[in-house]
């Protein structure tokens, strides 16, 4: 809800600016007067779900460069030149990037580094605004923007691994005031909820007629309302994918007239697609709804499953709407 956003978002910036609770490193006091700087709580690095999270992106990215001659220990002194990186895309992605193969300087490392994640940023199509990582923070090794970037990247690639549900750090802001080192607290998310195992994926994958039957429903109830707007649905996969339908769909559904201000009544690129569904959701919450469990990015991507997911809670909610 964004009435509970805002207020997220003006408790964080009303939180208490408090001393310091811990000891900081002399590299961190050379800050600038007002100048930000983020860091993760030393005490949250020995949390047992993100020692586990580690762990199994380790175990992952060692098995996918298994002949590579490559063994990653440490992710971010692993991961922060933009080498370790580079081979993982490749290896999973199937194309070679055009990089120097090794680099020495920070000027040349950081060139590298900003080509391969433009590249994987191409590839994972996450919109501009939910990219959690640069250059400067991988190149920083910051651990936060690493684990962002390869929980994207094991899940955009199906990775065969088990992510541990909820796993947050424990982040210190410190920022430099009146010549006072200030710092505040606050948790990062890295993983949500990570267990999608429901009845879908087993329609998937066991029972592909009763899926054909479902997506027949599905047409049905959305051309019910479509209808009344002289619109008609045939394909389910493509044709919510930039969102105007979803967002119709639930002004429809809940008797009000969604204003054209609030969305892209015809969307030009992936960012307002992303838009358009993410505002569809917040409506969809609006109504009573649980916020859906697929990203607003699957369903621009045209992910079945996460389609069929979202029209399905609605179809179950409002079935019985004439």
């Known amino acids: 809800k964004i009435s509970e956003l805002q207020e997220e978002g003006m408790n964080a910036i009303n939180l208490p600016l408090s001393p310091t609770p811990f000891e900081l490193h002399p590299e961190d006091i050379m800050l600038e007067e007002n100048e930000v700087r983020t860091m993760v709580d030393p005490n949250s690095k020995n949390d047992q779900k993100l020692q586990e ?15 590579e001659r490559i063994i990653v220990k440490d992710l971010a002194e692993d991961l922060y030149d933009g080498q370790v990186l580079q081979k993982l895309f490749e290896k999973l992605e199937g194309e070679k990037l055009n990089v120097a193969e090794v680099t020495q300087s920070e000027i040349a490392q950081k060139q590298k580094l900003q080509t391969v994640l433009e590249r994987i940023n191409d590839a994972l199509k996450v919109s501009t605004r939910s990219i959690k990582w640069n250059v400067d923070s991988v190149h920083a090794k910051s651990i936060v923007a690493i684990l962002h970037l390869l929980v994207e990247l094991s899940q955009h690639f199906r990775a065969p691994i088990r992510l541990p549900d909820h796993v947050s750090i424990q982040v210190v802001v410190v920022q430099k005031r009146e010549g006072i080192l200030q710092s505040r607290q606050v ?136």
């Open 53 to 67: 999270l580690m762990k199994v992106l380790i175990d992952w990215i060692n098995d996918v460069l298994v002949g």
């Open 187 to 322: 948790m990062e998310k890295i993983t949500g909820n990570t267990e999608y195992r429901d009845a879908f994926d087993t329609l998937f994958d066991h029972a592909p007629d009763k899926l054909n039957v479902v997506k027949k429903t599905l047409i049905t109830f959305v051309n019910k309302h479509l209808n009344k707007l002289n619109l008609e649905v045939a394909e389910l996969d493509t044709q919510f994918a930039d969102g105007v339908y979803l967002v119709l769909l639930m002004g429809l559904l809940e008797g009000y007239f969604v204003p054209l201000y609030n969305f892209f009544l015809t969307p030009e690129n992936f960012d307002q697609k992303v838009h358009n569904v993410s505002f569809s959701f917040e409506l969809m919450q609006d109504g009573g709804l649980e916020r859906p469990k697929p990203r607003p990015e699957d369903i621009v991507n045209c992910d079945l499953k996460s389609t069929l997911r979202v029209l399905y809670n609605l179809f179950t909610r409002y079935r019985h709407v004439e």
